[in-house]
């Protein structure tokens, strides 16, 4: 069938072009959105062109409708910031404050047990000095070596990764790929 000007539908014939119902075709000609050629018949392209006009035809938004569309997309950018922080934490790339807090904390505890060591690590040694600046040479040089210790301090993603895990109740650490081929 050569499809032309001319080519005459009926309804479900054109509601099966248009991918709608049949009722639906009946709708929008009742509303004068779609004109037949006699009852139930229609002229394919005047049709399909009718349709296609009306589909994108802007329609003014109801004020309800219009805070309706911008609360749903409030929603799904929100939606999607939180999935995207959620990936980089789980990629290592961004830490909760709460974590960071923590091994924070975990970091000045060492530095206070350390510091806590020193006079008990000194005692015996500076009470057998009997000269003040043998004292402060040896207390200099403990502290020293309480401040090299700590340079050795490194980030350790792992560490990170079990407070998360440990956080959102996941299992055991599993080994990352990367980690593997190390």
């Given at each position: 069938m050569k499809i032309d000007a001319k080519t005459e539908v009926n309804s479900t014939e054109l509601a099966t072009v248009l991918g709608v119902s049949a009722r639906r075709i009946q709708q929008l000609a009742q509303d004068g959105i779609l004109r037949t050629k006699s009852r139930g018949k229609y002229f394919l392209t005047d049709a399909?062109?009718?349709?296609?006009?009306?589909?994108?035809r802007e329609k003014p938004l109801s004020e309800m409708d219009e805070k309706r569309q911008k609360a749903e997309l409030t929603m799904k950018q929100a939606k999607a910031t939180m999935a995207a922080l959620t990936a980089k934490e789980l990629q290592g790339k961004m830490h909760r404050s709460e974590d960071v807090a923590a091994m924070t904390e975990d970091l000045i505890y060492t530095i206070r047990g350390m510091l806590l060591a020193l006079p008990g690590r000194l005692a015996i040694d500076a009470a057998n000095l009997a000269d003040p600046s043998e004292v402060s040479t040896?207390?200099?040089?403990?502290?020293?070596s309480v401040m090299?210790?700590?340079?050795?301090?490194?980030?350790?993603?792992?560490?990170?990764?079990?407070r998360v895990r440990e956080?959102?109740?996941?299992?055991?650490?599993?080994?990352?790929?990367?980690?593997?081929m190390e």
């Open positions: 399909v062109q009718a349709y296609m006009d009306y589909r994108t040896l207390i200099r040089q403990e502290v020293y090299e210790e700590l340079s050795q301090y490194k980030y350790d993603s792992t560490k990170y990764e079990e956080r959102m109740s996941w299992d055991k650490v599993e080994p990352r790929e990367e980690d593997e």
